[in-house]
């Protein structure tokens, strides 16, 4: 079976961290072109863009976008114009209407889409959600308090329109939450610290429910310094289910639950290689809407200014 050819637009943190070795570490894939504004990317060919790629660079059947949500829509639908299937990053675009066309476009080309909610392949995921297939919820306790400077140094896009700001981070968090949780989710409401010195909050806290009003709660900081959380607590009936660093950590009325041992991002392209041999897509909008509607009927405080 000749491997999935793979070219990737955007050779940054994350794709340096996750991506490359990811790809790597999988035979189904070869990377055999990076596209990039940034230092380029060893043993692959490297272009300045994803249109010089396209037009100029080695034939590839799949492309991977690690690029700022700003922008990427453009790029996105290029690649599916192409007759591309594509790989895209959370969140999947600036806006939920970029993230709509692009379900619609891929679906138009029969390409295979993954909008790669990379929480959602956590260790502990599948265990948990299997717990609570059976179980009677009562409420949600989300806590996601991290690192800005640690995670993403010197990254002015994250705290501009369209960078999300703590939601960048946060929304890992609601991608989990969206996927263990039976009903749909909504805001009932938001308030959004915003350095006065930024376009997008620093901290939020967000109310949420669902259509049996289950109370859910969550906190974002993303100015958390050292002592990093990213948690969920789910209180039911018949125990309580928590989620410790970022889902790794799975633990059942206190006692630790065995999980998966395989990463997130090499169950994200295990993920997408099956749907490429299937013709199929995965492109959730559901942690992107909750972002969207947090930002529609949040307070907003203006905090001290932010400096990385
Ligand atoms: N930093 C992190 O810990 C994580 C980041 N992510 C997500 O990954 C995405 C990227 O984040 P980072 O890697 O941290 O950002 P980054 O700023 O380190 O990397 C972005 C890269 O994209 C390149 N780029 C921008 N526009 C481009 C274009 N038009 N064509 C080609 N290259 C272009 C930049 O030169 C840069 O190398 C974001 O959506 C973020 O939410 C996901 C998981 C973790
Ligand atoms: O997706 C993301 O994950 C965090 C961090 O890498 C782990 O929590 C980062 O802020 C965000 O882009």
């Not at 948990?128 to 059976?134: C, G, I, P």
């Not at 009936?237 to 059942?252: K, M, T, Y």
Request: proline share 6%; net charge negative; aromatic share 8%.
């Amino acid at each position: 079976m000749q491997p999935i050819r793979l070219g990737l637009v955007g050779y940054g943190k994350i794709a340096q961290d996750q991506h490359v070795p990811a790809i790597r570490a999988n035979p189904a894939f070869e990377l055999v072109a990076v596209a990039t504004q940034g230092q380029p990317c060893a043993g692959v060919e490297n272009l300045q863009s994803l249109g010089e790629l396209l037009e100029n660079g080695p034939h590839v059947d799949a492309i991977a976008f690690c690029t700022p949500p700003q922008g990427r829509f453009g790029l996105v639908r290029q690649a599916l114009a192409a007759g591309k299937h594509v790989l895209v990053e959370k969140p999947p675009c600036a806006t939920l209407g970029e993230a709509m066309a692009l379900v619609d476009l891929a679906r138009e080309q029969g390409a295979s889409g993954l909008y790669a909610w990379h929480s959602r392949y956590a260790p502990g995921i599948e265990a948990a959600r299997d717990w609570l297939a059976s179980r009677t919820l009562q409420s949600v306790r989300i806590d996601w308090k991290e690192d800005v400077r640690k995670w993403h140094p010197g990254q002015a896009w994250i705290w501009q329109p369209g960078g999300l700001g703590v939601f960048d981070p946060g929304i890992n968090a609601l991608s989990i939450a969206t996927h263990l949780l039976p009903l749909a989710l909504f805001v009932e409401s938001a308030e959004l610290r915003v350095p006065d010195n930024c376009q997008s909050p620093i901290a939020a806290s967000i109310k949420m429910a669902d259509a049996r009003q289950l109370d859910i709660r969550a906190e974002f900081d993303f100015d958390h310094g050292h002592d990093e959380l990213w948690s969920i607590e789910i209180r039911c009936a018949e125990g309580v289910l928590r989620l410790d660093n970022g889902g790794a950590l799975l633990s059942i009325d206190g006692v630790r639950q065995a999980v998966s041992e395989e990463g997130e991002y090499a169950a994200v392209y295990r993920h997408f290689q099956q749907l490429i041999k299937d013709k199929a897509s995965d492109m959730d909008l559901q942690p992107l809407r909750l972002v969207a509607d947090s930002f529609f009927v949040g307070s907003r405080t203006l905090v001290e200014p932010f400096y990385d």
